[in-house]
């Protein structure tokens, strides 16, 4: 039961023009969606975050949109840069009782900038 | 500031073997705790989580068992591995609901 879908493997883009990661969710219960990167033998580092409540979440260059009705979301890098190259995943958060919470992962998609 | 340990980074265990990975956190108190596991071309998926000393729960039936003997400290154990048990085995923790999870860097295990 895959929670969390990003349906692109890979992604290829020239520097200075726009990346668009997409993801696609499935559990309604889902209140807060992240997106992380990842590079080869390290662990992911945390990019950018949305609540349910909104439907747009900007920082610097990378600007996360929610599609609710869709069960959607997709993370905008622009302008790309070669220093962006690596593992982007897209992540839900469910809420427990105690308040603590679940971080569910899509499979990832491998961005490539080339100048 | 908070940070995260997780040690070894690399690790190449024989069949049948145990196994243990530590992780541990500064910084701050009461975390909620995770680890994953990446295998090769996949994305990351939650083995067990911890929401305090002592609670554990676990995801998916698995060969592989978790405990936190101390508020800042998930160790994932097994007492023989299997060549499945292979994959890259990520610790991370969070505030708690709404807030985003850090990672360790990872440890790359190999089952031969």
């Known amino acids: 039961d895959q929670q969390v879908k990003q349906n692109s493997p890979s992604l290829s883009v020239q520097e200075g023009r726009i990346s668009i990661l997409n993801c696609d969710y499935t559990?309604?219960?889902?209140?807060?969606f992240l997106w992380y990167k990842k590079y080869p033998a390290e662990g992911p580092t945390f990019l950018i975050s949305i609540s349910s409540i909104k439907d747009k979440n900007e920082d610097g260059r990378f600007t996360v949109f929610l599609n609710k009705s869709a069960k959607h979301l997709s993370l905008h890098i622009v302008p790309s840069q070669p220093g962006d190259s690596a593992v982007y995943f897209c992540?839900?958060?469910?809420?427990?009782?105690?308040?603590?919470?679940?971080?569910?992962f899509g499979a990832g998609t491998r961005l490539a900038v080339h100048p | 500031s908070q940070t995260i340990h997780q040690w070894p980074a690399t690790l190449v265990q024989p069949v049948g073997s145990p196994l243990s990975l530590e992780c541990t956190v500064e910084?701050?108190?009461?975390?909620?705790l995770y680890w994953y596991r990446q295998a090769a071309g996949r994305g990351l998926q939650l083995l067990f989580y911890s929401v305090g000393i002592g609670q554990i729960s676990s995801e998916v039936p698995q060969n592989l068992s978790a405990s936190r003997p101390q508020d800042r400290q998930f160790i994932l154990s097994s007492k023989k591995l299997l060549l499945s048990d292979s994959g890259f085995y990520l610790c991370?923790?969070?505030?708690?609901?709404?807030?985003?999870?850090?990672f360790g860097q990872g440890t790359r295990l190999t089952v031969v």
């Open positions: 910084g701050t108190s009461n975390p909620n």
């Open positions: 559990n309604s219960m889902f209140d807060y």
């Open positions: 992540a839900a958060s469910v809420k427990f009782s105690g308040g603590y919470n679940k971080l569910i």
């Open positions: 991370a923790w969070s505030r708690g609901a709404g807030t985003e999870a850090f």
